[in-house]
């Protein structure tokens, strides 16, 4: 073969080469185009994030926390009494796209643990775990956001601890006193069907409630949450899958921190908190609107927002809650 047949040659084989490399890498761009693509298209609350987990242990107590998003860091109070954190989850991780969520199971409940004596499950001990949490997190400041009951807890952490507060959010809060107590309880019982009533009456006498079976509890709650919502079907959404743990002591950790709140009559606190608060209230939930703008208004610094939801907001209206969480944390900068 001549000189000029072989660089002929070279230079076809070099140009093959060329194309399938070309290909290869379009193929790669094309496929990387639609991945991110299809990234973008699926719903932000697509099950729920992992997070970074631990525990924090304290002289009469270890507390199970898990972190999840990224930005300013909030800690999430869950509700109950005597509920662990799992039923915020994965609904209210969407708050984790702009922010940092500390989830954590309080005491003798989830994965959290401790003794259950009066000393060890104490309201007040209930509020400083709060800030137990923060500093051990490192963080020099946290909003706090509280859910139902947890909105007590999220409320006195705020007037005990203004310096460490940056913001505060109520949740479908319940109300610090009673002047709405009477209505919030014929609503939620107007509400409740007859058959729906005597399942709960039949499984409170049941053996297997008295021996705090978790199948048991967990069916309980989801017909005790039926009120509170705007749909049933809403209550099938929630983990309501009690542990072992929390269906065991939950009782017991309600009755104890019961015993510490005594009474609680506490309208006059709200006067007293600095932090600009966010009062988040569902059309659909039992509590009256209001009682939702009365609390809103006793604020200094506080906002209400209605959602078109009942008590679990982050299932019925998530789209709605984080766009008032997002405009109110807008609204500090």
């Given at each position: ?26 193929m ?137 507060t ?64 705007g ?15 929390t ?49 809103a ?35 500090l900068?």
């Amino acid at each position: 073969m001549s000189k000029a047949s072989l660089i002929r040659a070279w230079a076809a084989r070099c140009a093959t080469r060329g194309a399938i490399f070309a290909t290869r890498a379009a193929m790669l761009a094309a496929w990387a185009a639609i991945s991110a693509a299809w990234a973008f298209l699926q719903p932000a609350g697509l099950g729920a994030q992992s997070g970074r987990q631990g525990l924090l242990s304290l002289d009469d107590a270890r507390l199970f926390y898990e972190i999840v998003g990224e930005g300013e860091p909030i800690v999430v109070v869950h509700g109950g009494p005597g509920l662990d954190h799992e039923y915020l989850r994965p609904g209210l991780d969407a708050l984790g796209t702009h922010h940092t969520l500390v989830y954590y199971d309080q005491r003798g409940t989830g994965r959290s643990a401790a003794e259950l004596v009066e000393s060890v499950i104490d309201f007040d001990v209930f509020v400083d775990d709060v800030d137990g949490l923060r500093e051990a997190l490192g963080y020099e400041r946290v909003s706090v956001l509280g859910h139902s009951f947890g909105a007590l807890i999220a409320m006195e952490y705020a007037r005990r601890y203004p310096e460490r507060t940056r913001a505060l959010i109520l949740m479908n809060p319940v109300e610090p006193g009673s002047r709405y107590r009477e209505e919030t309880a014929r609503r939620q019982a107007e509400r409740r069907p007859e058959d729906v009533a005597r399942e709960m009456a039949e499984l409170r006498e049941s053996e297997a409630f008295a021996a705090r079976d978790p199948a048991t509890l967990s069916r309980f709650y989801r017909l005790a949450f039926r009120p509170v919502v705007g749909s049933p079907e809403v209550v099938e959404q929630l983990d309501l899958d009690l542990s072992d743990t929390t269906a065991r002591q939950g009782q017991d950790v309600a009755r104890l921190l019961g015993s510490s709140l005594g009474t609680v009559e506490w309208w006059d606190r709200p006067p007293a908190i600095e932090a600009p608060t966010l009062v988040l209230h569902g059309l659909h939930d039992a509590a009256p609107a209001e009682m939702a703008r009365e609390l809103a208004e006793a604020f200094p610094m506080g906002t209400l927002a209605v959602l078109d939801a009942g008590h679990f907001p982050y299932v019925e209206d998530p789209r709605g809650l984080v766009s008032a969480v997002s405009s109110f944390f807008a609204s500090l900068r």
